[in-house]
């Protein structure tokens, strides 16, 4: 069989254009050069074609931008000069911002196909947008509602109450219940959301369950990663602030309130009634104690172990998790006392005669 390669294969991603070089740069928001280019697709600047656009993501890549072919380059401003002659450049502030437009471009989000599938169950008084597509097997429980031009992926549940908002996406395999969604909220395959929470205590005859009376509250633009867990609340709602990206494999206990345009990587665990501010970043396998508050802006490094409040602001890394640079100067320090012992111990050369 014959391998496909290449940026956008089309065995995968339908491809618009070709596009002239004044509706990429206008895609990329920034001015056109003087040229009638045709541009046909995208491709990485070692492997440009001189009918295909690419870009300059860090200054790293300089040698690589003077070599290309590429008949479009999207660039910095401070990287003019490193363009060749063969290439027009389409300056721009932020050229990996620019290129994700133009992505869109060429490979444009497939477009919903109305209709429920015949295998789907949607119980009757689910309400279903007519504008809404509803794959093979998916499953709409009662009193559901599915906003206007959602997909629900085949083998979905959408749960009993469950509220969609419009244009979300649910991938195969998702089961969604307790839950209420904002707008174009994406939630890739596996992902389970609403269920009840680790919640429990130690009575005398052993453990008792706590009920989970909370709801999960998704707000608009959240994207939920594969196979990633959200439980829904205790007392309150567990809550992921708009515009917040989850990574595969995380795990978001009960009463958990995330905050707007977070980043947060695979395999992070964050347990119940912490609090998370604004635009934090937290990287892959960190953790997190129940009841901690992490303040805006705060970046948590990878495999940390959060176990106390973190301000805003604060870049912290390690187990427990703690300021980075008196984690790096400690690290630094025993390093300088590992090399002064080895050097004390090492035995004297013997004497020539």
Known sequence: MKQLTGVGNPRFFARTGPHPLAVVAAAAGCAPPPSD???????????????????????????????????????????????????????TPDPVAGWAQVAALFHPMPCVSPGIHPSAAVVGDAAVHASAEICAQAVIG???????????????????????????????????????????????????????????????????TVPQLGCVILEDDVEVGANTTIDRGCLRDTVIGAGTRLDNL????????????????????????????????????????DH?????????????????????????????????RDVFREIAMLKKMARERLARDKPASPAHP
Do not use: W
């Open 142 to 208: 009662a009193r559901a509602e599915i906003g206007a031009r959602c997909k629900i992926g085949p083998g979905a549940i959408i749960g009993e109450g469950v509220v969609l908002g419009p244009d979300c996406r649910i991938g195969p395999h998702v089961s969604i219940s307790h839950a209420l969604l904002g707008a174009r909220v994406y939630v890739y395959p596996g992902a389970r959301i609403g269920q009840e929470g680790f919640g429990f205590t130690i009575a005398s005859h052993g453990f008792q």
């Open 292 to 324: 901690v508050r992490v303040g805006a802006r705060a970046q948590v490094g990878a495999q940390a172990g959060v176990m106390s409040d973190i301000a805003a602001g604060a870049v912290v890394v390690g187990s427990p998790a703690r300021p980075a």
């Open 250 to 289: 995380v795990q978001v206990a009960h009463n958990v309130r995330i905050g707007r345009h977070c980043a947060i990587a695979a395999l992070v665990g964050i347990s119940g009634s912490v609090e998370i501010g604004d635009f934090v970043v937290i990287a892959g396998q960190a953790g997190f104690a």
């Open 37 to 91: 280019v045709l541009l046909t697709g995208l491709a990485a600047l070692d492997a440009a074609e001189p009918d295909e656009v690419s870009f300059l993501g860090t200054p790293r890549h300089a040698a690589l931008l003077e070599r290309t072919r590429a008949g479009a380059v999207l660039v910095h401003p401070d990287m003019r000069a490193h363009v060749p002659a063969c290439s027009s450049m389409l300056v």
